[in-house]
């Protein structure tokens, strides 16, 4: 159950004297996502790194289940947050789209209404600007680059409902993918300081077991015509490898895209074999070795890997 897996929220109080809190993160390992598909899947990502910083000590919060997001009225008070994932290995080209989500953590208390219950509002989102890790962040380390969008919390997980929020961050993702922008992570930060009631939301960080996601949905990629791939050979009846008649029959397939096939018998001219898909011919042996080639030819001139095999005629 939620409440079992998740401690109660810490409440910071304005009064009391602060210290620099520890953030403790796991190294963040760059995920290289190997794409082979060969039909439309989703891919879902967890951050290398996320963050919340408190304004009031310009430090990230103690916690390491949450990610706060609220407003303040801009009297010192408020939070935000930061999330990065690593999109190495993803191509652009083959992205249909891109989606965060975050899980609405539980209410963590009931006497307060800033920092404890939610107060539900709009979330905004933007590219952050600039580089940053959870060592080092601070309240001056927020810079908001590019506006992502907006979403709005209504209401918190419970024990039997989870809440998860999303938000469609497809173009930012495919600029980091393409390399027309870099990836420093999400920003996410009140979408008004002022408007009240102020939002006062936590989401569930990484640590946890409903870390945000990225999740990557790829478009099926587009097979090149039949005709502009090479065709392909089968022998299904193998040939002895030694034999006492003068003559054999070869049988086999061919994939569609196959124009023609050939033989070579002994270094010979290529000879047409009639059929295509489904072919056949005989062909007359000398005494001792003969070497057989078979290979089929595109309407393109693409040329098979060719099916080469001896055959020993015996006295």
């Avoid at 390491?64 to 191509?91: D, E, M, R, Y």
């Avoid at 938000?167 to 979408?191: C, I, M, P, R």
Wanted: net charge positive.
């Amino acid at each position: 159950m939620i409440a079992a897996q998740l401690p109660a929220r810490i409440f910071i109080s304005h009064s009391r004297k602060y210290f620099k809190p520890m953030k403790i993160r796991p190294t963040a390992i760059s995920l290289t996502v190997l794409l082979i598909c060969l039909k439309a899947e989703s891919i879902t990502l967890t951050p290398v790194e996320d963050t919340d910083v408190y304004q009031f000590t310009t430090f990230p919060t103690s916690t390491t289940f949450s990610l706060g997001v609220n407003a303040s009225n801009n009297s010192g008070h408020s939070q935000k947050t930061l999330i990065k994932f690593s999109v190495a290995g993803l191509t652009a080209s083959i992205m249909k789209s891109a989606k965060l989500r975050l899980y609405v953590l539980p209410d963590a208390s009931t006497g307060s209404g800033f920092g404890g219950d939610l107060v539900p509002g709009s979330v905004s989102v933007f590219a952050q600007e600039n580089p940053w890790s959870v060592a080092t962040a601070l309240w001056s380390t927020f810079s908001a680059g590019s506006f992502v969008g907006t979403f709005n919390v209504a209401t918190a997980s419970t024990n039997s409902s989870p809440v998860w929020v999303e938000l469609d961050v497809s173009e930012t993702v495919k600029s980091w993918v393409g390399g027309t922008s870099v990836n420093h992570g999400f920003l996410l930060q009140s979408a008004s300081e002022t408007i009240s009631p102020r939002i006062s939301v936590m989401f569930a960080s990484m640590e946890t077991g409903f870390a945000p996601q990225l999740v990557i949905d790829q478009a099926e990629p587009i097979s090149p015509p039949a005709a502009d791939l090479k065709p392909e050979l089968r022998i299904t009846n193998n040939p002895r490898k030694s034999t006492r008649q003068k003559k054999i029959v070869i049988r086999g397939t061919a994939t569609s895209n196959a124009a023609q096939i050939y033989y070579q018998i002994n270094n010979s001219s290529p000879k047409a074999i009639a059929g295509r898909e489904n072919w056949n011919f005989s062909v007359k042996l000398k005494p001792g070795q003969n070497k057989i080639v078979i290979f089929a030819i595109s309407e393109k001139g693409e040329k098979s890997k060719s099916k080469a095999f001896k055959v020993e005629r015996k006295k």
